[in-house]
Antibody, heavy 112, light 112 residues
Framework: EVQLVQSGAEMKRPGDTVKISCKVS????????LHWVRQAPGKGLEWVGL????????TYAAKFQGRITMTADTSTNTAYMMLSNLRSEDTAVFYC?????WGQGTLVTVSS | DVVMTQTPLSLSVTPGQPASIICRSS???????????LYWYLQRPGQSPQLLIY???SRFSGVPDRFSGSGSGTDFTLKISRVEAGDVGVYYC?????????FGQGTNLEIK
């Protein structure tokens, strides 16, 4: 059974950095890109970027460039997404996935 | 960026009746490798997106055959032959042919 299990909800202040994990099981981690998607409250899905676990090559959506870092650790089958310089507009649920399956989501709340 | 336009944005359907959602892309989604990377997801309230259709017309594992996808190039359709109460949620099309990958705005399906 494919599972992507994400870390828990985070409460952050403006300017902080958040790091979310995504532990994968049930398929070969290195064989599929790992995507991250954002969903602001009451809004649609927005593609954030991807990491190739095989070589850690990343591609980010332009609006996140400079603030985002995605990594993948094949020794633990875990992907990470770090978003820095948080602002209130970053309050959202972040999902990791391989386009076939998605994690349960991680709520990041940014508030002073 | 490829713009994905869904119509309608909301649907109210009587159980047992059919429903259709159209997704149009601003560029052809046919990849150089010959595959069309157009996916359809259902996001039920409070849940992660779940894959229904991949590569435009292939039904994902476990998806009822009431769901079908068709189309090519820039025009795609998701059809539900007989809507059931459990089909309520937001339907998204998603392209991962051209970077950055993009979602449609979502179509909210409710039951009459």
């Amino acid at each position: 059974e494919v599972q992507l299990v994400q870390s828990g909800a985070e409460m952050k202040r403006p300017g902080d950095t958040v790091k979310i994990s995504c532990k994968v099981s049930g398929y070969s981690f290195s064989d599929h890109y790992l995507h991250w998607v954002r969903q602001a409250p009451g809004k649609g899905l927005e593609w954030v970027g991807l990491v190739d676990p095989e070589d850690n090559k990343k591609t980010y959506a332009a609006k996140f460039q400079g603030r985002i870092t995605m990594t993948a650790d094949t020794s633990t089958n875990t992907a990470y997404m770090m978003l820095s310089n948080l602002r209130s507009e970053d309050t959202a649920v972040f999902y990791c996935g391989n386009v076939d399956y998605w994690g349960q989501g991680t709520l990041v709340t940014v508030s002073s | 960026d490829v713009v994905m336009t869904q119509t309608p944005l909301s649907l109210s359907v009587t159980p047992g009746q059919p429903a259709s959602i159209i997704c149009r892309s601003s560029q052809s989604l046919l990849h150089d490798d010959g595959t069309t990377y157009l996916y359809w997801y259902l996001q039920r309230p409070g849940q992660s997106p779940q894959l229904l259709i991949y590569e435009g017309s292939s039904r994902f594992s476990g998806v009822p055959d009431r769901f079908s996808g068709s189309g090519s190039g820039t025009d795609f359709t998701l059809k539900i032959s007989r809507v059931e109460a459990g089909d309520v949620g937001v339907y998204y099309c998603f392209q991962h042919t051209h970077l950055p990958y993009t979602f449609g705005q979502g179509t909210n399906l409710e039951i009459k």
